[in-house]
């Protein structure tokens, strides 16, 4: 069937199957606001947008009199970017698929965008296509490639213009946000469109639904490309695809529809901060709870860095992803592919949380119950109910439960001066 410009239609469209079987994808935020690194990646905007005296001063204190934001994008160089590297880091750290940055609100562009005259990864800066590599990289890894795109851009003179009619005109769209999508999908051929920057404009401004049209009936990509909900200044957890509804979003409880949690390790900024301190960090047992909790609840975890002006991921982000790798190496079985299972944690508590794949359910559990037994109450066993633990040699040992469901006898783990690490996952089989 061949889908129609309009939300009704679009809608209808199945989401390819490669996305819910992913669940853990890794998200980069890379751009000219990596120079100052300071604050967050809508430093253009704090500073010139809305004047900001702790911007100002910044500048002020760092930078010649007279510094312009485009003054930053020749010192955004890109010398020590290895996109193997990226990509064997990306896959130790158990991403099925990556989302680049393309092009933030500031409008540069991380690759020769024709439309997009000197304020591109290629004419300045770096001088290398950034998304073109880091894609050839991430396919010989066998890594899905997402883009990330923003609709406005916060200082164009034509989304100004256009915005000043109440956006009744619509030059920005066509001479410079248009040409740019057709480009990205018909140049990389993505397997995700991760669109953004949609707020302020409607989708009469945006025509929003005539480029999903092309997409979905048309494009190279056309069977296998996923889309999130950004796409006008109505759709979020509307319309589009999958749904990422806000940044940092849980919805607390299962959900009909496809979603996805966009998180970052950086929990005050998306892009690189040179002054970020370690407090501020998610850690590892955050992360992997953050995980568990998403895809119990039927979503996929989008897992955020910011790499240096240089390109280099921060060794801190890269022993974050890794130990994320290490906790998949063990337990992705109860993670990717599955589903949700009739219940998704445990009403006495939110420390166990539930997946399934097939007739065999997963519980993992965020905390070592101090007595080695776990408790569970959900699932209902039987004679032939066999339990087995993730990276565990054996079976284990259980009894049902006095009131109801089951009790684990945990192996005995020795006594260590450390804090246990975060997530263990049973498998139970022959429970109900």
């Known amino acids: 069937p061949r889908y129609r410009p309009d939300w009704a239609s679009l809608d209808a469209r199945p989401l390819p199957a490669w996305f819910d079987q992913a669940k853990v994808g890794v998200f980069v935020h890379w751009g000219v606001f990596s120079v100052p690194a300071w604050g967050s990646e809508w430093f253009w905007w704090h500073w010139r947008g809305e004047h900001r005296a702790d911007y100002e001063s910044f500048v002020q204190r760092r930078y010649p009199p007279g510094t312009t934001y485009t003054d930053f994008a020749p010192r955004f160089t890109a010398h020590d970017f290895q996109p193997r ?10 991403a099925r698929y990556v989302v680049l940055t393309t092009k933030h609100h500031e409008g540069f562009t991380n690759w020769g965008s024709p439309v997009s005259w000197n304020w591109n990864s290629l ?24 883009l990330y795109h923003s609709l406005l851009e916060w200082f164009n003179p034509l989304y100004l213009a256009d915005k000043e009619s109440g956006f009744k005109t619509q030059n920005f769209v066509l001479k410079k946000t248009m040409p740019e999508l057709y480009d990205l999908v018909l140049k990389y051929k993505p397997d995700l469109i991760w669109s953004d920057g949609d707020w302020e404009a409607p989708e009469s401004y945006w025509n929003s639904t005539s480029f999903l049209a092309w997409l979905y009936n048309d494009s190279p990509v056309k069977d296998t490309v996923v889309v999130n909900d950004r796409w006008c200044n109505n759709c979020s957890c509307r319309h589009g695809g999958y749904y990422n ?19 970052s390790i950086d929990k005050r900024s998306w892009g690189y901060r040179s002054n970020m301190s370690i407090a501020e960090l998610m850690d590892e047992a955050s992360i992997i709870e953050e995980l568990v909790q998403t895809v119990s609840l039927g979503g996929n975890y989008l897992l955020n860095v910011g790499p240096t002006k240089e390109g280099v991921i921060a060794p801190i982000f890269q022993e974050r992803l890794l130990a994320l790798g290490r906790w998949l190496d063990i337990n992705g079985e109860a993670i990717y592919e599955s589903k949700p299972w009739r219940v998704q944690m445990e009403n006495s508590t939110d420390m166990v949380w539930y997946t399934s794949k097939g007739p065999a359910v997963y519980a993992i559990f965020l905390t070592w119950p101090q007595d080695n037994v776990l408790e569970l109450s959900s699932p209902t066993p039987s004679p032939a109910t066999q339990v087995t633990m993730l990276g565990f040699a054996g079976t284990l040992e259980w009894q049902k439960s006095p009131s109801e469901g089951l009790r684990v006898t945990l192996p005995c783990v020795p006594p260590s001066p450390l804090p246990p690490p975060s997530g263990w996952a049973v498998k139970l089989e022959g429970v109900k």
Request: glycine share 12%; aromatic share 10%; charged share 30%.
């Open 85 to 94: 590297e990226w990509a064997q880091l990306f896959r130790r750290a158990g």
């Open 123 to 146: 004419d300045t800066g770096p001088h290398r296509d950034l998304v073109g590599e880091l894609g050839e990289a991430l396919r010989e890894s066998n890594i899905r490639y997402g």
């Open 245 to 263: 509804c806000a940044d940092k979003y849980k919805p607390g409880t299962l959900t009909t529809h496809k979603w996805e949690m966009c998180s």
